[in-house]
């Protein structure tokens, strides 16, 4: 059984809380995984987050997913993604000074997607997964060319087509799940399988 623990860490605006993932043997990558717009209720027990957390628990990494300033027992309050910014760097950096040698993912759902985006122009991580990011709602950058997009077609918060306009410049790859809404309910089981398929294929696994 994997282990997992609550922890604090310092951001920003204050003390950000989280929880640690950890695999049954040692990690041979870690990921840091953001949740979706706090204002609308988002936080790091969301569903799609979870399920992005046992994905990478499957591949033997450790895990962090985590609150944004102002949601949970987070300090501070949103910031429209400027200082969400800044927290998801600096879980980045708890992770990447806990284990320094291994390779980082960061992954986030919707808004969580688009802070990913912004913070991995800082952080160059090795890998970038976004969950219905939230293309349009907000002013996504251009993401490298091995990042993962996942969409549903049926998506009534984000339009397909908004991440489509938005992929197509940058030739990027989206893989689009038919007949999956904002938030794949009913679709997590299948969304898991493609990150880890995906993933696989990347490490040769």
Same mark, same amino acid.
């Given at each position: ?68 300033? *102002?949601?949970?027992?987070? /300090?501070?309050?949103?910031? #429209?993604? !400027?200082? @969400?910014?800044?927290?998801? $760097? +600096?879980? &980045? ?18 808004? *969580?997607?688009?802070?990913? /985006?912004?913070?991995?122009? #800082?952080? !160059?991580? @090795?890998?970038?997964?976004? $969950? +219905?990011? &939230? ?71």
């Amino acid at each position: 059984m994997a282990a997992q623990r609550k922890i604090t860490f310092t951001g920003a605006a204050g003390l950000l809380e989280g929880v640690l993932h950890l695999p049954n043997n040692a990690p041979n990558a870690i990921a840091m995984v953001a949740h979706p717009l706090p204002t609308m209720g988002g936080t790091m027990d969301n569903k799609v987050v979870t399920t992005l957390c046992r994905t990478f628990l499957e591949l033997n990494y450790a895990v962090l997913r985590f609150n944004f300033r *102002g949601v949970g027992e987070s /300090a501070g309050e949103y910031d #429209e993604g !400027n200082g @969400e910014t800044e927290d998801a $760097i +600096a879980a &980045a950096n708890l992770l990447q000074e806990t284990y320094p040698e291994l390779p980082l993912t960061c992954a986030g759902f919707s808004f *969580g997607g688009y802070v990913q /985006a912004r913070a991995a122009t #800082e952080l !160059n991580p @090795e890998k970038l997964v976004l $969950i +219905a990011p &939230a293309v349009g709602r907000f002013e996504m950058p251009d993401v490298p060319e091995n990042t993962l997009v996942v969409h549903g077609d049926l998506d009534e918060v984000v339009p397909l087509e908004d991440v489509l306009n938005w992929a197509r410049p940058m030739q990027l790859p989206v893989i689009v799940l038919t007949g999956a809404e904002h938030y794949f309910h009913g679709r997590l089981t299948q969304l898991k399988q493609i990150v880890l398929q995906h993933l696989k294929a990347q490490i040769g696994g």
